[in-house]
């Protein structure tokens, strides 16, 4: 059997592909329960949204995620421009005592929260000088990937669809060709509505999935949480299986020859 290639972003090697959310679920003990499901061992956190610290008298995240089992993995959800992505990064690396893997993402307008393009390569350029390793949001235009990582982020990360719709996989082919072109981790982020979704994001060859609302926003977010555990390994394999060719007509399963 075909053996894989470890999963390692910015010189971290991980098990699991899946890396997930920590926002929308009802209370801290779901947030925990769900997260140990998925199998996941990368948690993003919105900064701007959620308490790791910055506010003491409130409870906070890792009391339920410990940073002694998980990676958190920052993000700057809610930031419209570089100057606050990158300030909200630099608190973010004050309160996990120099941690220097993040994720990036500058978003364009509330109603579609797709990536400003213009901000994210400045907020890039503007992290890696600070040092950071830069797991970034990006659009799905395989220009702009490649950009990206000339820059220098550590791995690319382009929308499957619009953040929190589930509407999946809109354009497989550009996700394809940014693949293809990489020579750093490509993870789909965002827009993942099932388990089919994250299994097909796989088969194309992505390194990893990224997901929230898909599993918090489920009817039993355990179970979904299960479930994407299993789509991303079921993916990765088939995936490296190789599939069959498609083809035009039929062809029989039995040989022809020796027939009586």
């Known amino acids: 059997m075909k053996k894989d290639t470890p999963f390692t972003i910015a010189g971290r090697t991980f098990n699991s592909r899946l890396l997930v959310g920590s926002g929308k679920y009802k209370d801290l003990e779901e947030t925990k329960l769900a997260t140990e499901a998925s199998g996941s061992e990368i948690i993003t956190v919105a900064i701007r949204r959620v308490n790791i610290g910055q506010n003491p008298n409130e409870e906070s995240l890792l009391d339920a995620i410990s940073p002694s089992k998980y990676t958190i993995l920052p993000n700057t959800a809610g930031c419209y421009n570089a100057k606050d992505a990158v300030r909200t990064l630099l608190l973010a690396r004050e309160l996990l ?30 992290l890696i000088k600070e040092g950071f390793d830069v797991m970034v949001y990006t659009s799905d235009d395989p220009i702009v990937a490649k950009e990206l990582e000339e820059i220098g982020c550590c791995a690319i990360m382009p929308l499957a669809s619009l953040i929190g719709s589930g509407q999946g996989l809109t354009n497989p082919f550009n996700i394809k060709l940014i ?14 509505g099932c388990a089919s979704d994250a299994a097909k994001a796989m088969e194309l060859g992505c390194d990893g999935v990224l997901m929230n609302s898909a599993i918090a926003n489920a009817d039993d977010p355990l179970l979904m949480a299960s479930a994407m555990r299993h789509a991303i390994i079921a993916g990765r394999e088939s995936y490296l299986a190789g599939r069959m060719l498609k083809k035009v007509y039929a062809s029989a399963s039995s040989p022809m020859e020796n027939l009586i």
């Not at 693949?179 to 993942?192: E, T, Y």
């Open 97 to 126: 005592d120099g941690h220097n893997l993040v994720k990036l993402e500058v978003l364009g307008d509330e109603k579609t929260l797709y990536p400003n393009i213009v901000e994210t390569l400045e907020a890039s350029k503007i």
């Open 179 to 192: 693949k293809d072109q990489a020579s750093v981790p490509v993870l789909v982020d965002a827009g993942i």
